[in-house]
């Protein structure tokens, strides 16, 4: 198998310096509109990708959980909901 460096800082400061770029001189609302829009077809694209890799494995239930789901299921995400008194 071969290894893929990935260089996180460098990806997010490039991907924000873009955003900066793109988003210099729009008004509060048009930036709110832009994360909401790109949000939405980021969001599309995860579920498209879900739905892809559930239909290549048997899936238990007619639902498709999602991350959250998941999480909240294992004893992780259980822990974390205790309350600290």
Same mark, same amino acid.
């Given at each position: @198998? ?8 460098? @990806?997010?400061r ?18 709110i ?6 949000g ?22 007619s639902?498709t ?6 999480? @909240? ?8 909901m205790?309350?600290?008194?």
């Open positions: @198998m071969k290894r893929t460096k990935l260089h996180a800082v460098e @990806m997010v490039r991907i924000r310096d873009q955003q900066t770029e793109k988003l210099a001189d729009k008004t509060p609302q048009e930036v509109a832009f994360f909401r829009r790109v939405k077809a980021s969001r599309q694209a995860a579920g498209a990708s879900r739905m892809n890799r559930s239909r290549s494995r048997l899936s238990l239930t639902r959980s999602t991350d959250a789901d998941d999480f @909240m299921r294992s004893s992780a995400g259980r822990s974390s205790t309350r600290v008194q």
